[in-house]
């Protein structure tokens, strides 16, 4: 039952906050030696200076909220709303893979021909309408329409990724193409472990007001 997780008092935010700084600390500190340094940084900080490398980083970032997040929270509405099994929940899930490997392959073809924004915008619809049945608990959706909405998220998602990769590494040269690979992955990883914080705190706190009332 989702009311058996644990909460979090007030009392135990002072570690959160207190890491959370000295996480900024050493972020602010990176910065400063890859500015000064005159070997190659493990990621290149100068590339932000470009508007489509920094909007290419901002969208992957978002891409890796939205993504690394429902990788925690689809499962658990499966198993705790709809109480499918572990094995039917894997199963459930199959379809977002399966939509992003097919929607990564066709954008990459639409982008060439329609440009990468007009197939990122479609993608980022795609997606949103994808987890648009999950907010409906009250109408208790039938598992073939999630499992529809779970391929269009999963296109969507694909539909995002690829134009993006590509416009990202469109915006350097190819010299800096080693340390753009580094800086994408780097900015998709952090947005995944800020996604999935922010909706996991959420969940808490909601569970906390539930049991509260």
Known sequence: DLHSFPTRRSSDLEPVIVTLCAGVALVVGYV?????TRRRPLIDVRLFARG??????VTLL???ASLYSSMILLPLFFQQ???ADTLSTGLLLTPQA???AAGSFVAGRLADRFGPRVVVAAGLMLSFAG???FTLSTARPTMWLLTACLLLYGLGIGGVSAPTMGAAYGSVEKHQTPGAAGALNAVNRIGGSLGTAILLTILDSRLLRGAGS
């Open 81 to 83: 709303v709809r109480h």
């Open 62 to 64: 978002l891409l890796g």
């Open 131 to 133: 987890l648009l049945a």
């Open 98 to 100: 399966l939509g992003a």
């Open 32 to 36: 400063v030696h890859a500015l000064r």
């Open 52 to 57: 489509g490398f920094t909007a290419a980083c």
